[in-house]
């Protein structure tokens, strides 16, 4: 909406996707006043350096990011743009696998697959793709740009994973929003930095936007919904089969308890 009504600022358009966190800081409070026990870790806590360094470098990851989705808004329809940004997903399993250990399963795959189609699609869609507003130089900017925010995203969760895996050793609810409020104010402030140094001062303001949906936006949008169920039904088959788990491993403690307590 904002570049559609002529607004033409990226620092700002990244800092509408970056300045929400504070809304989570009562939250964090609240919750240590009610539930102490969610602060409560064993094991000794990573120094200050290094997590000033992984704060640092994943809020700056998310800055860079957040500007490249802008770079997208602002080149693309809203529809191509949205599509583009399901294929976070795939990239999400690729990193996950190689740094997290991530298995590859056939709804995994299917969803990887579906959802790449689904965005390679509309590379071939661009002449009815809002054609008086830009040229196809940048178009192909705003396409390689979300891409390449996409990709930047499914690094950045992997990453933050193998940081809670690797170096912080926890995953209690303190250290999550550590990480979410400090990575917040890491790259809120980089953006603010940008914004004000570029003297990127006037914004329009904006309140509608139509963007057309074709035929082939259709099928690329059913294939990246299909793709994503696909994704969605392998975590559930996971949680199911991880629940499973856990309840058989309850049954077999109980019986052998049982057993020794007959046994003497
Ligand atoms: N994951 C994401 N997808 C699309 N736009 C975003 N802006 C910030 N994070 C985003």
């Known amino acids: 909406m904002y570049f559609v009504k ?3 600022s990226k620092w700002m358009a ?6 929400g966190f504070p809304i989570l800081i009562p939250y964090y409070f609240i919750i240590k006043l009610k539930n102490p026990t969610a602060y409560d870790t064993c094991t000794k806590p990573p120094s200050v350096l290094t997590l000033t360094a992984i704060y640092v470098s994943l809020g700056l990851l998310m800055a860079a990011d957040c500007f490249m989705y802008s770079i997208g808004l602002q080149y693309l329809p809203v529809s191509t743009y949205t599509l583009i940004c399901a294929s976070q997903l795939a990239f999400n399993s690729v990193f996950s696998f190689f ?5 590859f399963t056939p709804f995994i795959i299917n969803s990887l697959v579906l959802l790449t189609i689904s965005s390679v699609l509309l590379v071939f ?4 793709a809002n054609p008086t507003r830009f040229s196809k130089a940048k178009y192909a900017i705003g396409f390689i740009c979300t891409v390449a925010a996409s990709a930047g995203s499914g690094l950045m969760l992997s990453l933050t994973q193998l940081c809670f895996r ?11 929003m550590d990480m979410v409020i400090y990575q917040g104010i890491v790259a809120t402030g980089v953006t603010m930095i940008g914004f004000f140094a570029g003297g990127e001062w006037k914004i329009v303001a904006v ?6 949906m074709d035929g082939i936006k259709a099928i690329s949008m059913l294939l990246a919904v299909w793709g994503f169920l696909s994704y969605v039904y392998q975590h559930y088959l996971d949680d199911r089969k991880s629940k499973a ?6 049954e077999v403690s109980k019986a052998s308890n049982t057993g020794t307590s007959r046994e003497e």
């Open 99 to 103: 740094l997290n250990s991530q298995k």
């Open 166 to 176: 690797k170096v912080l050793k926890r995953q209690t609810f303190k250290v999550v």
């Open 14 to 19: 990244t800092l509408v996707q970056l300045a």
């Open 207 to 212: 309140f509608l936007f139509h963007d057309k």
């Open 6 to 8: 002529g607004g033409n």
């Open 245 to 250: 788990e856990n309840r058989n491993a309850i």
């Open 125 to 128: 869609n661009n002449e009815s």
